[in-house]
């Protein structure tokens, strides 16, 4: 069982700053791919940034030069610093990790639980 907790939601006014957290617990043994994706009311889920286990990011267009994607290896964790915040990246963010699950290479695929991020005009 590998478990993704997210942190760091909430409420900000425009032009504000918030950081997401996910931690990757449990029966994880190795990491491939770290990324924050979201998704809008009415909206398909999109992808917000990603970083690979070397370090290679990309990010969406919208929130190039705004958000910043990092990683902690030891902790298995994830960060997106969201700074310069728009009413329009209000958006449940969940973070989405790939894996795997032992030394014979068995595929992990999952998603947080989601947390909710709400830029007020």
């Known amino acids: 069982q590998v478990q993704l907790v997210e942190s760091g939601g909430g409420l900000v006014q425009a032009g504000g700053s918030l950081r997401l957290s996910c931690a990757a617990s449990?029966?994880?043994?190795?990491?491939?791919?770290m990324g924050w994706y979201r998704q809008a009311p009415g909206k398909q889920r999109e992808l917000v940034a990603r970083i690979t286990s070397s370090g290679i990011t990309n990010y969406a267009d919208s929130v190039k030069g705004r958000f910043t994607i990092s990683k902690d290896n030891a902790k298995n964790t994830v960060y997106l610093q969201m700074n310069s915040l728009k009413p329009e990246d209000t958006a449940v963010y969940y973070c989405?990790?790939?894996?795997?699950?032992?030394?014979?290479?068995?595929?992990?695929?999952?998603w947080g639980q989601g947390t909710q991020v709400t830029v007020s005009s």
């Open positions: 989405h990790i790939i894996g795997t699950m032992n030394s014979l290479g068995h595929v992990y695929d999952g």
């Open positions: 449990g029966s994880i043994f190795s990491i491939n791919i």
